[in-house]
């Protein structure tokens, strides 16, 4: 019974590790980060790891993707100043 979930995680996984790798935009790979932290902490969850899915889910679905939207929103500030000074 566990194995098709398992099976089914772990695909979840790789669709989301490799749509990450194939988005261009910072923005939105921040966005799919996210989505691959939360697919990674219900594979844990599956593979009976409470306490590293707990962690995934902070670190890798809301922290880290918060960062990169952060780091991404004040790089681009001062391109959009530089531009309207023109």
């Given at each position: ?60 679905s ?8 952060l ?16």
């Amino acid at each position: 019974m566990d194995d098709p979930l398992i099976v089914v995680a772990l695909v979840l996984v790789a669709v989301s590790a490799t749509a990450a790798v194939a988005v261009r935009d910072p923005a939105r790979q921040a966005l799919v980060l996210a989505v691959l932290g939360t697919v990674l902490a219900v594979l844990f969850t599956v593979l009976q790891a409470p306490d590293v899915a707990l962690s995934q889910l902070a670190v890798g679905s809301a922290l880290t993707p918060l960062l990169i939207m952060l780091s991404v929103r004040k790089v681009r500030r001062p391109q959009r100043k530089k531009e309207a000074d023109r």
